[in-house]
């Protein structure tokens, strides 16, 4: 494998079992990610959107191994972790770490900051004195932009913003290569995301960090990733470099996601209205999964599913359809 | 860009967060700090009271059997052998609420460990410790103890056991409960996915967190003890005369009840308050302690 892939994923599965009856049979499953392949590679951001019930805050959370995958693999580094018991992961858990969505819930109420971010130390370091560690919890709760002197209070004492920069700085105080960032900007108020997606940007930057971020929000991704993955029905339907995507999409999913992103100049009619909810994960739609409410569909896109093949340098998009010339509604 | 936040809205405040908004939404809970009053009082007086008594618990005076209330020196009277039954309740208060607070001690640090146990490995450890929750709560309880006491010695320790064998349950399944949907929380997942130990997730991240239900149950567990201490005591299989106890003063009222009224009546009072305001104190925490008129 080249040297400079962080993270791969092979025909990742995740299905998660819906169970029935007294006897708790396994019935069906929601097939929350269905056959992933993807690489990171070193340094980048990748940028991975889709809509409620896509299945990219499952993979990000399978990439972390928070539980195992049902199939596939998960190549960090050059070590395949996808089988791996929570004591073997444990080495790998320094080198990767995650950034939440709500920061009320990602911060112990009963633990000061400072144990808060100190926590992580004391398990992936332990040889390290308290004071060490203590010393090492200053240093990035002022690289996140807070003061050091915050360390005895509680997270009730802070904002929203403030609490996701000491998410952020729990985030980095093992020095990790790759970070998960799940919604970290969704839940805050829009002045404060762009100075939360800024620090992220610098820290990405200064600490050469790889990253996947995970988001709904198209503005956000085009802000930060130099890549993009979108994810239909636990699939990825197109990645492509994140300029690249934007200006010229070639899947009609991504067109529109991105006719859905409101700017001053659109008019309502310009939009691509999709018709219907996303289909049940337990039981996809047959061939193309998207075809159900794909406006281009023919009768073939119900036969197979489209491999994801390339479409232009770095550019990939499963679709049945490659000849259709889709608009791009956002000019960045 | 980013020193400016530091010193920014909310950073002025600096104290443990229930130190004052918990503290006074207990305290405007009118029931609940007449509770706690009338607790603190009756605390004090067993401790301090029988020092300054001029009779002790065990004195018997024959001469001066059956007085009523205020006769002379004996404010609540005496009893069939002429003790002073104000010294008496005392002494029985001690044992009463020792028993009351070491139930409430035993039962919910065990309580605690079997539920936190329960709700952080889930799966079959998670499923047996539960069901035998389960068969402990089958039993009803006062048939519990009173088979429990029938044989062994029934020394205040003992009963202090065997009433604690039956009130852990209820702890163990509030903090099951607590734990389940608290180990889902991202704080946790954060620990989790930072390599800590089992034992670090369950007692720093999840059990601060579920202190709450936790108190406010273990508050009801006191009232629950010393009544059920009452009952097996008046019942005669508690704390044996002439120690005294609550419960073991009303079994020996029974014959006198139509001539000595108070001998039934100054203990019954005694228990029916410090009961019902262990209760209140109860409601009053839970209401305190909400966590979901808690939220910033």
């Given at each position: ?90 080495p790998f858990r320094r080198r990767m770490q995650m950034i939440f969505q709500d920061p009320f819930s990602s911060l112990n109420p009963r633990m000061s900051v400072g144990d808060s971010l100190t926590m992580p130390l004391r398990f992936q370091a332990p040889d390290m004195s308290a004071s060490a560690r203590l010393d090492k919890a200053r240093q990035v709760i002022e690289t996140v932009g807070l003061s050091g002197d915050i360390l005895e209070r509680f997270p009730h004492e802070f904002s929203g913003g403030q609490r996701q920069r000491i998410g952020i700085a729990r ?162 | ?296």
């Amino acid at each position: 494998m080249p040297a400079d892939v962080m993270i791969e994923t092979v025909a990742l599965k995740k299905h998660f079992p819906v169970r029935k009856g007294i006897l708790q049979r396994e019935a069906k499953a929601v097939r929350a990610l269905d056959g992933i392949s993807l690489t990171i590679r070193r340094g980048e951001v990748l940028g991975l959107v889709g809509e409620s019930g896509s299945g990219k805050s499952t993979l990000g959370k399978t990439l972390m191994m928070q539980e195992p995958p049902t199939s596939g693999q998960i190549v960090f580094g050059d070590t395949e972790i996808s089988r791996f018991s929570e004591r073997l992961l444990k080495p790998f858990r320094r080198r990767m770490q995650m950034i939440f969505q709500d920061p009320f819930s990602s911060l112990n109420p009963r633990m000061s900051v400072g144990d808060s971010l100190t926590m992580p130390l004391r398990f992936q370091a332990p040889d390290m004195s308290a004071s060490a560690r203590l010393d090492k919890a200053r240093q990035v709760i002022e690289t996140v932009g807070l003061s050091g002197d915050i360390l005895e209070r509680f997270p009730h004492e802070f904002s929203g913003g403030q609490r996701q920069r000491i998410g952020i700085a729990r985030a980095l105080i093992t020095d990790p290569e790759f970070i998960v960032a799940d919604e970290a900007v969704s839940a805050l108020d829009v002045s404060v995301q762009a100075q939360v997606l800024n620090l992220l940007t610098e820290i990405r930057h200064r600490w050469q960090l790889t990253m996947l971020f995970v988001t709904h929000d198209l503005a956000v991704v085009g802000h930060i990733a130099d890549r993009v993955a979108v994810m239909y029905l636990g699939k990825i339907v197109e990645v492509a470099p994140t300029r690249e995507l934007f200006t010229r999409p070639r899947h009609p999913y991504t067109e529109a996601l991105m006719s859905a992103v409101p700017t001053p100049e659109r008019r309502a009619h310009q939009r691509i209205m999709l018709e219907g909810d996303i289909p049940s994960p337990i039981s996809p739609p047959s061939g193309c999964a998207f075809r159900t409410r794909c406006p281009y569909a023919k009768p073939a896109c119900a036969d197979s599913a489209p491999p994801l093949d390339v479409r232009g340098t770095g550019h990939y998009a499963a679709c049945h359809r490659p000849e259709l010339e889709l608009a791009s509604p956002i000019a960045t | 860009m980013t020193t400016m936040t530091a010193a920014g809205d909310a950073a002025h405040t600096r104290h443990h967060w229930w130190q004052h908004r918990t503290l006074s939404r207990f305290l405007r809970h009118r029931l609940a700090a007449t509770g706690l009053a009338i607790i603190l009082m009756l605390t004090l007086a067993c401790l301090l009271g029988p020092h300054l008594l001029p009779y002790d618990e065990l004195t018997v005076d024959l001469r001066a059997r059956f007085s009523p209330p205020l006769t002379q020196d004996h404010y609540l009277g005496t009893d069939p052998l002429g003790r002073d039954i104000a010294a008496r309740l005392l002494m029985a208060g001690r044992i009463s609420l020792l028993v009351g607070f070491s139930v409430m001690l035993i039962s919910t640090v065990f309580g605690t460990l079997i539920g936190v146990v329960a709700g952080y490995f889930r799966g079959w450890v998670g499923s047996v410790l539960m069901r035998i929750v389960d068969a402990f709560l089958a039993f009803p309880s006062i048939f519990l103890v009173l088979v429990l006491s029938a044989f062994v010695e029934p020394s205040p320790f003992m009963i202090t056991v065997i009433i604690a064998l039956t009130c852990w349950m209820e702890i163990a399944r509030i903090v099951e409960a607590e734990i389940l949907s608290l180990r889902e929380r991202d704080f946790t997942i954060a620990a989790r996915l930072s390599g800590a130990s089992a034992r670090w997730i369950m007692f720093r991240e999840l059990v601060p967190n579920a202190m709450g239900p936790i108190i406010v149950a273990a508050t009801l567990t006191i009232a629950n003890a010393i009544l059920l201490e009452a009952y097996i005591s008046f019942l005669g299989y508690g704390i044996q005369p002439p120690l005294p106890s609550w419960g073991n003063m009303l079994n020996s009222a029974q014959q006198y009840l139509a001539d000595a009224p108070w001998l039934a009546i100054v203990p019954g009072i005694t228990i029916t308050l410090a009961v019902s305001s262990f209760n209140f104190i109860g409601d009053g925490l839970r209401d305190a302690l909400d966590s979901r008129s808690n939220l910033p």
